[in-house]
């Protein structure tokens, strides 16, 4: 009986049984429908966008994002592949089911099935059946307390909402493997290129992972080998350049117009440091948060067969060994290798906490061969000793089993609690969603985390109205779902209490709980059944300024100024003055010009005008379509025409027909000189002319690559191929007889 019991079919049966376990208790992320309250929000609303821009014709792989942020060219720096994907997706599905629905079932499936893309790895890795199956069954039993890795809390409705990293997941370990078979078994480029080619475009983080893991491999290689396995890697990681250089190009080149928060905590860009990381291994935080430390013990177990057996010997395993731990002290961040992360490319700006993904992968697999190697060894003993093994190995993995299963439950019973308290407002959300559009176009302020956004007041079951307006396609001022604009830090020190903030960052509509009292610069406009929808007067989406200097400094001194302009006067006054990024300013304009380091309280004062400006003129008309904005004004006297969105060169402005060049002015808008008169300007963002070749250029690198792998392929096993080999025999034997 137990002879019938192959490796093979054990494992496919593990798999199965993890596939089966995962579709089951993760039913209620697509059949519970109900708003999202995590990163999902910002990641849908982008995907909804990149939809319509594609029904527009417009290059959905980078446009002007408007809905939040102040507006922003999300995917020129933003991975952006599932977005992309989906929003194509949803031109054939729209008709049956919504574009969150779809997101749902995306989502759904790549968890389900993440144990399937482990197992094909591990078998593409050339590990046996039982490793691939084993490490397939934990694959998804990861439990941490929120430390965005591979751990299923990353994904869900109750957890983080990170789609992209869940598709860089799934694709990360089917990638590496490609990439052994292409440098060690010299395999077609294909597969090794696209699976790198969606891990980069789906997350940063996870491609440089991929692109530093792929060096890993050289250490394998003996001295003969070294030169062609070097030649392998080099020209692999030349694809992949080549496939997503529409992407990486143009975000080094407008890289100066990214921000780096200050305000996101320090140890998303650090990490946590060794004493830290390798208490909460050894505590079992890494992999058993909240349960008993069953993967750890399995970890160390592992580590100990392979070991032991001298496993290591092997080019598979002692690649698993090295990626595991090289992966695990990079882990470790800047407490600990500062001088080593300042030599490392690109790595200032990366959120080193996120690494523990690549930890995770390779635990993952090293339990999978770990338990495989005891199996094998226990093989040889009688029947009682391996059903005592396999016993012990359930009794070490059941409360994973327990601890997931009660951890999914419980996201069902919120996401329920959530749909009904949705049901319950849906007339009124409804109502919210028809009044704001039909109104004159303007953003929507509900509160910000740091005054009232978090107060239950202002929250519908547990989603924040923050979170409710941009899944509703409502432009609204909130929550930073994303900080790349320079603006975004400046902006979160918005005071709810200053009438001219509200037309600084156009906040036309507010909607206050009733039982909120309302500042007296408010105008009452509609009373719903919980919400009060009021109205602040403002310019609209452009203003008339004045400019009386020019700041100019690094990109990561740009918050200081700006914070110190706007909690001065200088806000009020409408003096907005010219902001530039670098040693020196391009240009002075005529006009005072002074370093960020050197603004302080005092310069600004110096700057306020001592007498009222007389009046610059007025917005007579405006108009918002896709990737434009559009006016109608007249000026009174020499001013700048401010557009209240974010800076970014690709920004292109006609001024009465004519090309002007644009200049950043504080908190880090766009404007434009203008002269007395009535005007019209048209303000467009527009990605770089060589944007679309290159992802042209990509497609068909990979079309090349497919042929290569694919067409090529069969043509060399197709019967003229053979008959031209049996000519060739036959014309040998007759050479010989000869």
Request: net charge positive; aromatic share 16%; hydrophobic share 50%.
């Amino acid at each position: 009986m137990l002879k019938e019991i192959t490796p093979k079919k054990t494992a496919l049966a593990l798999v199965i049984l993890a596939v089966v376990f995962n579709a089951v208790f993760l039913w209620s992320e697509i059949s519970i429908s109900t708003f999202n309250l995590n990163d999902e929000v910002l990641h849908q609303a982008a995907a909804k966008a990149a939809s319509s821009v594609l029904k527009e014709g417009f290059d959905l792989t980078d446009f002007w994002f408007s809905k939040i942020e102040l507006g922003f060219p999300l995917f020129h720096y933003y991975q952006h592949l599932p977005q992309i994907t989906l929003a194509a997706i949803n031109q054939l599905t729209s008709l049956f089911f919504p574009l969150s629905q779809l997101f749902d079932l995306f989502r759904y499936l790549l968890l389900v099935l993440f144990p399937l893309s482990i197992f094909l790895a591990m078998r593409r890795f050339g590990f046996d059946y039982l490793a691939a199956g084993l490490a397939a069954l934990i694959s998804s039993l990861l439990s941490t307390n929120g430390l965005f890795g591979l751990d299923y809390g990353s994904y869900i409705w109750r957890g983080s909402g990170l789609h992209t990293q869940l598709w860089a997941m799934f694709f990360l370990p089917l990638a590496l493997a490609e990439i052994y078979r292409v440098i060690f078994q010299k395999n077609k480029f294909f597969l090794a290129v696209l699976f790198s080619a969606i891990v980069f475009l789906s997350n940063v983080v996870y491609g440089y992972i991929l692109l530093l893991s792929t060096v890993l491999f050289l250490l394998l290689a003996s001295k003969k080998e070294i030169v062609p396995i070097l030649k392998r890697a080099a020209l692999l990681l030349f694809l992949l350049a080549l496939v997503a250089s529409y992407f990486w190009l143009p975000f080094l080149l407008d890289k100066n117009y990214l921000n780096r928060s200050v305000w996101e905590p320090a140890f998303k860009y650090d990490s946590f440091g060794a004493k830290k990381i390798l208490s909460d291994l050894f505590t079992g935080q890494i992999f058993d948060y909240g349960r008993i430390p069953s993967l750890t013990i399995l970890f160390f177990l592992s580590l100990i067969v392979i070991v032991v057996l001298k496993r290591y010997r092997q080019a598979k395993c002692r690649f698993l060994l090295i990626f595991t731990f090289f992966w695990l002290l990079l882990y470790f961040g800047r407490p600990t290798w500062d001088g080593i992360f300042s030599i490392l490319p690109f790595s200032q700006d990366l959120h080193l906490h996120r690494l523990i993904g690549a930890f995770h992968l390779g635990a993952i697999m090293i339990i999978g061969v770990g338990l495989s190697l005891a199996w094998q060894y226990l093989k040889k003993y009688p029947l009682k000793i391996l059903t005592a093994a396999g016993f012990i190995f359930l009794a070490i993995l059941a409360p994973s089993l327990i601890e997931r299963a009660k951890f999914y439950q419980q996201n069902s019973q919120w996401k329920i609690e959530s749909q009904k308290a949705i049901f319950s407002q849906e007339k009124e959300i409804s109502e919210i969603k028809k009044t704001l559009k039909d109104l004159l176009p303007s953003r929507v302020y509900v509160g910000l985390p740091a005054d009232f956004g978090d107060d239950p007041a202002y929250k519908i079951g547990s989603v924040p109205l923050y979170s409710l307006l941009p899944q509703l396609d409502i432009e609204s001022f909130g929550y930073a779902f994303f900080a790349l604009p320079l603006s975004t830090d400046v902006r979160l020190h918005f005071d709810n209490g200053k009438l001219e903030q509200y037309n600084l960052f156009n906040i036309r509509y507010i909607l206050l709980h009733k039982t909120w009292t309302a500042p007296p610069f408010y105008f009452k406009m509609k009373e719903l059944e919980n919400y009060v929808l009021y109205e602040v007067p403002t310019t609209g989406y452009f203003d008339l300024v004045d400019v009386p200097a020019v700041f100019y400094g690094k990109k990561n001194d740009f918050y200081s100024p700006n914070s110190k302009w706007l909690f001065s006067s200088l806000p009020q006054l409408k003096q907005h003055p010219i902001l530039e990024i670098g040693k020196e300013p391009k240009e002075t304009f005529n006009l005072p010009t002074i370093p960020f380091s050197k603004v302080d309280e005092k310069v600004l004062l110096d700057l306020a005008p001592t007498k009222d400006a007389t009046e610059r003129g007025g917005i007579l008309n405006e108009r918002m379509e896709t990737n434009q904005y559009w006016t109608q004004f007249f000026v009174n006297h020499d001013c700048y025409l401010m557009l209240k969105t974010n800076y970014h060169p690709g920004w292109q402005v006609s001024l009465d027909y004519q090309k002007v060049e644009p200049v950043m002015l504080a908190p880090g808008f766009i404007g434009i000189k203008v002269t007395p008169g009535v005007h019209q300007a048209l303000f467009s963002y527009q990605p770089s002319n060589w944007r679309f070749p290159l992802l042209l250029f990509g497609i068909f690198i990979l079309l090349i690559l497919f042929y290569d792998y694919s067409i090529k392929h069969w043509l060399e096993g197709s019967k003229v191929v053979k008959l031209k080999n049996k000519l060739k025999q036959k014309v040998a034997f007759l050479k010989f007889l000869n």
